[in-house]
């Protein structure tokens, strides 16, 4: 039975007064006995919230890292900076990033095992396009991203990989895939993990759905057979987020 992971991506919201603030709130009101629960931060929040969720079982995540180990790579976080100031997942390549800031399946793949290398967890997103999906190659697409992504992993390093489906047309705009979509592309991505790794790591790998999940629509769909949690932008930042991680 895989436990539930539930993930808040608060992106470029929040200064660190007003991250403690909202931690503190999220932190004496969810539920993190069914379910794991992360507040993933802009950087200069992870030190301040981790102060807060201190003692609890809310875990943090960073929203990005870079894979060299360090250098001369002037604005970057390194994974053993994330590490040290108490951070236990990190996102990588979220569709934000790959849209904005170039990031490749390349670069994700070099993340993901950066960030395991420092007994970390990935987040891994993957998703298409509206225009991808409307030209009946999402699968394709998808299964790319997962190949590309976890290329090179163990089995034992793969099944900690926590994957987040995140049709990119439903980040942010308020146009949840359905239940039917989100749980056949989730039921794909497993497949494709145990094409390359056996049943035994895809039965164990967790596949999070994202892109407007809500207090109304997250019983549906976390009760979908291969959907083991959401990641989630918008609401992660309002007491909504309560509702959702206690679905
Ligand atoms: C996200 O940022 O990963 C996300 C899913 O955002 P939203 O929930 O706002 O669609």
Known sequence: MRRKIIAGNWKMNKTPAEAVSLAEMLRDRVNTDNADVVFCVPAIDIIPVAEVVKGTNIAIGAENVHYEESGAYTGEISALMLKEAGV???????????????????????????????????????????????????????????????????????????????????????????????????????KTVEEIYGSKTAEKIRIQYGGSVNAKNAAELFSMPDIDGGLVGGASLKEEFEKIVNY
């Open 88 to 190: 236990k997942y990190v996102i990588a390549g979220h569709s934000e990033r790959r849209e904005y800031f170039g990031e490749t399946n390349t670069m994700v793949n070099k993340k993901v095992k950066k960030i395991l290398e420092h007994g970390m967890i990935p987040i891994m997103c993957c998703g298409e396009t509206l225009e991808q999906r409307e030209m009946g190659i999402t699968l394709e697409h998808i299964r790319i991203q997962i190949k590309k992504g976890l290329y090179g992993l163990t089995a034992d390093d793969a099944e900690k990989v926590i994957i987040a489906y995140e049709p990119i047309w439903a980040i942010g705009t308020g146009k949840t895939a359905t239940s039917g979509q989100a749980q056949e592309v989730c039921a794909a991505i497993r």
